[in-house]
């Protein structure tokens, strides 16, 4: 007889809540001159995943334009997943001025 034990997730790899939350974006691959808009579909202080009709590669370093509360705020980072079903995942890695101080107050604020 077959041992049928139950299915066991994965540990959650993420050190930070990710928010489903819908937050316009752009994203310019590293060396291109392109952008792509977009929309998150979810969101968290250091990463978010993005549904693209023609996904990103893994690895592919990019430049990213979050509009948080109607104001741009840049990051740096890199695409860590790639998935058909639930599209790129995309790891920040360097905010320019501000950008991280106010994308962990918009989140804050969604947790309330």
């Known amino acids: ?3 049928h034990k139950p299915a066991i997730a994965p540990a959650e790899r993420r050190l930070h809540q990710r928010h489903s939350v819908q937050v316009p974006i752009r994203i ?3 060396d291109e001159p ?6 998150t579909t979810n969101l968290g202080l ?3 995943s993005v549904m693209l009709t ?5 690895g592919l370093r990019v430049r990213i334009e979050l509009s948080i509360a109607d104001q741009p705020a840049f990051v740096r980072g890199r695409v860590i997943t790639r ?3 639930f ?7 360097k905010f320019d001025d501000d950008a991280e101080d106010r994308l962990r107050s918009f989140l804050e ?3 309330q």
């Open 1 to 3: 007889m077959p041992d």
């Open 28 to 30: 310019q691959p590293e």
């Open 34 to 39: 392109t952008t792509i808009a977009a929309a």
């Open 46 to 48: 250091y990463g978010c």
């Open 54 to 58: 023609d996904q990103l590669s893994v």
């Open 83 to 85: 998935h058909p079903q």
């Open 87 to 93: 599209g790129n995942g995309i790891m920040f890695l």
């Open 109 to 111: 604020a969604l947790n």
